[in-house]
């Protein structure tokens, strides 16, 4: 089965920075990887899809890349309303999300 | 406005079933249901996303994530743009948010998906 690690589990930083977050499938799984952002109290939302491609309304300042096992999402200036916790999935073989990210404001 | 409305929270028993609905409606999806994959995503308290299964109501295939075969059949009333979740054998940790969702690409349970529900709370609870 494929498994996928995402690091850091949890972040800090300031308005502005720049933010990474890595995720990692234990097999290759060519770009089939997703990112989706979660509030609490609301439902998931679909940032990032096939590794690279910005949804339809999401900012600019959100975006992905990677390929076959190591994939990289990027907040390039974090705002507040981005505090969330941020999900890879990939779905090369059946959906498995990653154990997501949690990202705050310092 | 596409929107996908889920039904209401529920408290159940140990070993009872609970049948959760999602109805789709609004813009072209409302017309396009049959085409479109629905998926049932589950979140319990302090844990992250898992993917249950999904179905395709044009042709009825079903895919469902290995942990709940046995135990989750979902379904759909294709008269009525509605989607079905129902887990059997219910213990303690079932007690989560289940969300259905839309696959994005037509034909295809396994894609991204864009379009959520808001999300139904089932307690399992003696």
């Known amino acids: 089965d494929i498994q996928m690690t995402q690091s850091p589990s949890s972040l800090s930083a300031s308005v502005g920075d720049r933010v990474t977050i890595t995720c990692q499938a234990s097999?290759?799984?060519?770009?089939?990887l997703n990112w989706y952002q979660h509030k609490p109290g609301k439902a998931p939302k679909l940032l990032i899809y096939d590794t690279s491609n910005l949804e339809t309304g999401v900012p600019s300042r959100f975006s992905g890349s990677g390929s076959g096992t190591d994939f990289t999402f990027t907040i390039s200036s974090l705002q507040p309303e981005d505090v969330a916790t941020y999900y890879c999935q990939q779905y090369d073989i059946v959906p498995l999300f990653g154990p997501g990210t949690k990202v705050d404001i310092k | 406005q596409v929107q996908l409305v889920q039904s209401g929270a529920e408290v159940k028993k140990p070993g009872s079933s609970v049948k959760v609905s999602c109805k789709a409606t609004g813009g072209t999806f409302g017309g396009t249901f049959s085409s479109y994959a629905i998926s049932w995503v589950r979140q319990a308290p302090g844990q992250g996303l898992e993917w249950m299964g999904g179905i395709i109501p044009m042709f009825g295939t079903t895919n469902y994530a290995q942990k709940f075969q046995g135990r989750v059949t979902i379904t759909t009333d294709e008269s009525t743009t509605i989607a079905y979740m129902e887990l059997s054998s219910l213990r303690s940790g079932d007690t989560a948010v289940y969300y259905c969702?839309?696959?994005?690409?037509?034909?295809?349970?396994?894609?991204?998906?864009?379009?959520w529900g808001q999300g139904t709370l089932v307690t399992v609870s003696s």
């Open positions: 969702t839309r696959g994005v690409r037509f034909g295809e349970i396994l894609g991204p998906f864009d379009y």
């Open positions: 097999q290759d799984i060519n770009t089939y």
